[in-house]
T-cell receptor
Framework: GAVVSQHPSRVICKSGTSVKIECRSL??????MFWYRQFPKQSLMLMAT?????????EQGVEKDKFLINHASLTLSTLTVTSAHPEDSSFYIC?????????????FGDGTRLSIL | AQKITQTQPGMFVQEKEAVTLDCTYD???????LFWYKQPSSGEMIFLIY??????QNATEGRYSLNFQKARKSANLVISASQLGDSAMYFC?????????????FGTGTRLLVSP
């Protein structure tokens, strides 16, 4: 159980394109999902917390107009990188937890490698 | 200040040997949880083990055990009988507070290489 699916796994596109990444919890309902960004050889940095039915909470320094998050249902959150530029190239990965229990781990999707030419 | 510190950028171990990956943390919250994740070169994050701040015993999950030293604020991961497939990045992470929806803060990671 606790499977999180992320799609697409890899995107290569031209500068100026908007890219949508989907994160789905396949066998459980996720009230809250998280979006991370990881540069090569670096750690995961939380970008935003996605809450079903309400606005996402963005971390300091993350442009909310650049990275649009929509948590439309209990099983789907989307991250849209708007007008992407080469500096947005990175590994984006989402996660979700089964419940509000403190000991529940975040279950991660397989990530999306975004390359902007 | 760093909340999670992993001082070992890289570690080498021979197959079948045990290895310890270090993690220290900083928090003033009495309620927190510590997690270890494995990230292979393919990128996915695999949950390994969890330790709660109020847990009396060290967590164990198969070949993984967590050496929890609360007074020293350390939560080192011990991998016994290393296998070639254990070669990966390992991240220590902390969640503060009582609710599960609190964010995770990750360390910088340790790259483990297991040699034959």
């Amino acid at each position: 159980g606790a499977v999180v699916s992320q799609h697409p796994s890899r995107v290569i596109c031209k500068s100026g394109t908007s890219v949508k990444i989907e994160c789905r919890s396949l066998d459980f309902q996720a009230t809250t999902m998280f979006w991370y960004r990881q540069f090569p050889k670096q750690s995961l940095m939380l970008m935003a917390t996605s809450n079903e039915g309400s606005k996402a909470t963005y971390e300091q320094g993350v442009e909310k107009d650049k990275f649009l998050i929509n948590h439309a249902s209990l099983t789907l959150s989307t991250l849209t990188v708007t007008s992407a530029h080469p500096e947005d190239s990175s590994f984006y990965i989402c996660s979700a937890t089964l419940s509000g229990e403190r000991n529940q781990p975040q279950h991660f999707g397989d990530g999306t490698r975004l390359s902007i030419l | 200040a760093q909340k999670i510190t992993q001082t070992q950028p890289g570690m080498f171990v021979q197959e079948k040997e045990a290895v310890t990956l270090d993690c220290t943390y900083d928090t003033s919250d009495p309620s927190y949880g510590l997690f270890w994740y494995k990230q292979p070169s393919s990128g996915e994050m695999i949950f390994l083990i969890y330790q709660g701040s109020y847990d009396q015993q060290n967590a164990t999950e198969g070949r993984y055990s967590l050496n929890f030293q609360k007074a020293r604020k350390s939560a080192n991961l011990v991998i016994s009988a290393s296998q070639l497939g254990d070669s990966a990045m390992y991240f220590c992470a902390m969640r503060e507070g009582n609710t599960g929806f609190q964010k995770l803060v990750f360390g910088t990671g340790t790259r483990l290489l297991v040699s034959p």
